[in-house]
């Protein structure tokens, strides 16, 4: 066994050689770090026929932040567990894994170089009609087959055991779900927007909320998720999406998986009039991206509900009205969790392209405060909230209200 160390170039090229058939012998191997995410190291290995295949690889702190926020490498581990069991119920969604190193907190993984990152297909304005219905068929397969409609209580505590995941848990309790709320030293808030981001503080309202949000994604092992299922860990093509980067996943409440999808999406809505230049081309994406949100919600919830009806495995849970209820809450979640993510990536310490690549501060600053509006009343008014066309239609009302006040 190789003890752990931080690959160079070198070594990524080696682990790729040593773990897969697919560069074939005497190939010439060259390698680079890419990576752009919080985290990790990620290279990409290349032969000289352009065969390439992905070496990522945990560090043991913070990539982003460096050596003074230690992290556990176990993340890897947790990564390629996830990845390799949600492939077992959507392999096509799903990022293939190679191989996984425990000991070097390394996996080779498939290149999806014939894809582009969600989110700056985005910001591109490009627009795929099957983007919805295929993620949707990801988090109803992959939430549904590892909750306790399937598994019995024995294999759910076992798996539960499994993708414990306290450090990186520990990062979305603080950075989503209390930083955002106080004067977190943690924080970026740009300044035009420093008395709303200042207001959340002291919104007791909103505060008692985000506690049972939070209260319910520390205590509410529901399925395996994702568990940060952010449009930069979804890549995306004409024909096809892939799932990648889901270090974060733990046994959690299945609406965060679909909430922190949703709320990106949103992010992206709030954003449109700083990215698109004409008021064409801004509604054109409002639109598809509400139209998106609608299919994937729909979609998500007769997947689901398909299963629970025929491949629920618990007699008691067979129950018709509680699978309804069941649904319907995972749907007032899910609003919630996107009001969040919509607040957290806007003042807390992981910001998100679609905002800060708005170049003019005083439109940034506005798309900004429509995030932070948006995110609040989500997260106040979701038990009222009770289908989508309801949601979308305060989504639109209240960026409206705000944009002509
Ligand atoms: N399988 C892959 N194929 C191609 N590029 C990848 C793959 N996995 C990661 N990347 C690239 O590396 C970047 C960072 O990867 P990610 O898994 O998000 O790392 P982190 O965990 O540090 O956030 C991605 O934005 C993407 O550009
Ligand atoms: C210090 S981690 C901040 C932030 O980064 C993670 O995302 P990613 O690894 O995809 O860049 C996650 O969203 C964390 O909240």
Redesign the pocket.
Known sequence: MTAYQIFTSEQAMRFADEHSELFGEHSKLSATE?????????F?VVNDKGTSL?V?QALPYA?CVGESWPLSTDRARI?AEVLKLHARFCPEHT?EVLHFDRALSAIL?????Q?D?LRTALIKGKQFAHLAPQLANYLANTLFYTSDFVLTGPAKKAAVAQFTNPDLCLITEDLFFTDPYCNHERNTIHSLILPSARALWYDTDLQAEVAMLKADFLSKPQALLHGDLHS??I?INNENC?V??A?FGFYGPIGFDVGVLIGNLLINYVASPGVFKTPEEQSQQQHYLLTQIHTLWQHFADTFSQLQQTATQDPTLQNSRYQQRFLQQVFTDAIGYAGCELIRRTVGLAHVADLERISDAKQRAVCEIHALTLGRVLILERAQLDSITALLDKVQRTVAAIAAP
């Open positions: 890419f990576g752009d995410g919080n985290l990790n190291l990620v990409r992905i990522k990539r990564e990022v993984m498939e290149d999806l170089k894809y990152i930069g860990s890549f892939k990648i980067d270090e």
